[in-house]
């Protein structure tokens, strides 16, 4: 089930490549262009609604773009898109899942009980 081995770590290579691309970039024109950064940020915001939330100011938030902190949280949930793939006609992934008791297994522990 899932991606055979070698093409699953180089479609993890091309995501790291793409992600450390995009927080580098990031960063790069954070630093030279502080305030159209900070426009462009706050107008995606507005389009998700977060910006209307009053317990979240952007002082806060902005800062947290582009850190490492961000890098590795991208790039957990990038690769762990790739494992969660699967083929028309396939087998479903065995993804983690966590019941309404806190207890955690796999979708195929939950279905048989």
């Known amino acids: 089930m899932g991606l055979p081995l070698p093409g699953l770590w180089l479609k993890r290579l091309w ?3 793409q992600v450390g691309l995009h927080v580098a970039m990031g960063k790069v024109l ?3 262009f502080p305030r159209r950064v900070k426009q462009n940020i706050l107008a995606m915001s507005e389009k998700t609604g977060m ?3 009053p317990h979240f100011s952007c002082e806060n938030w902005i800062p947290t773009f582009f850190s490492a902190q961000y890098f590795w949280f991208i790039l957990k949930v ?3 898109r790739l494992e969660d793939m699967t083929e028309q006609g396939g087998l479903a992934p065995n993804c983690p899942v ?4 806190g207890q955690r297994c796999n979708i ?3 279905m048989q009980g």
């Open 98 to 101: 966590v019941r309404l008791s």
């Open 30 to 32: 954070l630093t030279l």
């Open 108 to 110: 195929w522990d939950f």
């Open 78 to 80: 990038r690769w762990q």
């Open 15 to 17: 995501v790291l490549f």
């Open 51 to 53: 910006a209307k939330n």
